[in-house]
């Protein structure tokens, strides 16, 4: 078994508190990358886009997503798929829970 706690090593990126969940250095290395993100009360991503496509899976706060030109409220549950050189932007509305969710990326396979 193979264990990482929120004890293990977080970083700040693109405006987010990060921690990556995979790959796993000396465990695994899967087709695709993984964080878990926390957005601070009141506080909003940098203005970015990747190379990759992107799924977010939130699990806890409130917030609005703008992807592209198109902006929305989101909730816990809510999963979003941003197309790979798309700005995306999260925020969170809340004045003091942090709003969080799962960040999985991957590139797509050329033609």
């Given at each position: 078994m193979?264990v990482k706690?929120e004890?293990d090593?977080?970083?700040?990126k693109?405006g987010?508190?990060?921690?990556e969940l ?8 899967p087709p ?9 009360p009141?506080?909003s991503?940098?203005?970015?886009g990747?190379?990759t ?9 409130e917030?609005?997503?703008?992807v592209g030109?198109?902006?929305r ?5 809510d ?6 050189g798309?700005?995306?932007?999260v ?6 829970e942090?709003?969080?969710f799962?960040s999985?990326y991957?590139l797509?396979?050329?033609?």
């Open positions: 193979y706690t004890a090593a977080q970083i700040r693109n987010c508190d990060i921690r995979y790959p796993w250095d000396g465990v695994v290395v695709w990358n993984s964080t878990l993100c926390s957005i601070r009141t506080e991503s940098t203005p970015h990747h190379a496509d992107e799924t977010f899976i939130f699990i806890s706060g917030g609005h997503v703008r030109t198109e902006e409220i989101i909730t816990p549950g999963v979003i798929y941003i197309p790979n798309t700005d995306h932007i925020t969170n509305t809340s004045d003091a942090p709003l969080k799962v999985i991957w797509q396979p050329t033609a």
